[in-house]
């Protein structure tokens, strides 16, 4: 059974770049997350979907952050312009059902670097 | 939503040992989630205890909610080098949004 797939696994790039992360939920959860966690604030629910449908971004620091669901097995997180305080690794996560009963399955993160 | 609090924030204990740690939170909740994560990946769940039941156990797991006291505690029984990680715990009320602390970072010595 494979697992929340994100990509890419490291991002190194200079402030003002575009960055795009991409995140493949396990197929036949409807709930994807999206989140930031640093060591300063530590874990951030920046938003999620429900059946591709964006229910909750307010987490989303600003207007720099966008996240699109085209469809049900694919998701990106878009920075631009990008500046060196979106440092941070950042998480997908899906699960079949609400939160409140069932558990999130997390990728392994994709660990962004802005210079 | 609202954030679990874990306590201690750190722990070091020698392999065989057994690992307690302390999650408080503010007000009802449905359930309350663990998870792991180990250095540089995902989190994963551990265990999620519902707001009706008292103990839970999952392998050498253990998880007691107390929600008279707003907390739930995780025991792991005869530690092992592999349980090196951050714990966290998630309160969840209402809505589907879960909130983690700062957890508590296990450290298990061979």
């Known amino acids: 059974d494979a697992g929340v797939i994100q990509s890419p696994r490291h991002e190194v790039t200079e402030m003002g770049q575009e960055v795009t992360l991409r995140c493949k939920p396990i197929?036949?959860?409807?709930?994807l997350f999206w989140y930031r966690q640093t060591m300063m604030r530590g874990l951030e629910l920046l938003i999620y979907?429900?059946?591709?449908?964006?229910?909750?971004d307010s987490g989303m620091p600003e207007d720099r952050f966008s996240a699109k669901m085209p469809n049900a097995s694919f998701s990106t997180l878009k920075i631009q312009p990008s500046e060196p305080r979106d440092s941070a690794v950042y998480f997908c996560?899906?699960?079949?059902?609400?939160?409140?009963?069932?558990?999130?399955?997390f990728g392994d993160g994709t660990r962004l670097s802005i210079l | 939503s609202q954030q679990g609090e874990e306590d201690p924030q750190a722990l070091s204990i020698q392999e065989g040992e057994n690992a307690t740690m302390n999650c408080s939170y503010k007000?009802?909740?449905?359930?309350l989630q663990w998870y792991r994560q180990n250095s540089g990946r995902g989190l994963v769940h551990l265990i999620l205890?519902?707001?009706?039941?008292r103990e839970k156990h999952s392998g050498r797991l253990r998880v007691t909610l107390d929600t008279s006291k707003k907390s739930s505690s995780l025991l792991i029984t005869a530690s092992r080098a592999a349980d090196t990680a951050s714990y966290f715990c998630a309160p969840m009320a209402a809505g589907n949004k879960l909130t983690f602390g700062g957890g508590t970072r296990v450290l298990v010595k061979p």
């Open positions: 979907f429900n059946n591709n449908v964006p229910i909750d």
């Open positions: 007000t009802s909740i449905n359930n």
């Open positions: 996560a899906s699960s079949w059902g609400p939160s409140g009963n069932q558990p999130q399955h």
């Open positions: 205890i519902r707001s009706n039941e």
């Open positions: 197929s036949g959860h409807d709930y």
